[in-house]
Nanobody
Framework: QVQLVESGGGLVQAGGSLRLSCAAS???????MGWYRQAPGKQRELVAR???????TYVDSVKGRFTISRDNAKNTVYLQMNSLKSEDTAVYYC??????????WGQGTQVTVSS
């Protein structure tokens, strides 16, 4: 089973940037990938998704600020986050879609934006 390791989280001031990485233990070329986040007391939500063909979708709250990308040669998916806001504070999770509505999650990385 594939394993995912997220990195790149941390503490940043409002207006700053972070780039999250999600490294997979095997090729993800044939998988759609997603970044999710979960803030305290809230449900986990899909932030951005990228298909095997490179098509991307974003939740409205991050459009124009976040960019998801993938490097299949490195088995890695990225989430570039710019113009961060305090409401972006959450644990960010990477997910590889394995079909039939199933997927594998990473352990998460904390992003904290101070205002």
């Amino acid at each position: 089973q594939v394993q995912l390791v997220e990195s790149g989280g941390g503490l940043v001031q409002a207006g700053g940037s972070l780039r999250l990485s999600c490294a997979a233990s095997r090729s993800i070329r044939a998988n759609n990938m997603g970044w999710y986040r979960q803030a305290p007391g809230k449900q986990r939500e899909l932030v951005a998704r990228i298909t095997t063909g490179g098509s991307t979708t974003y939740v409205d709250s991050v459009k124009g600020r976040f960019t998801i990308s993938r490097d299949n040669a490195k088995n890695t998916v990225y989430l570039q986050m710019n113009s961060l806001k305090s409401e972006d504070t959450a644990v960010y999770y990477c997910k590889v879609e394995t079909g039939y509505g199933l997927g594998v999650w990473g352990q998460g990385t904390q992003v904290t934006v101070s205002s």
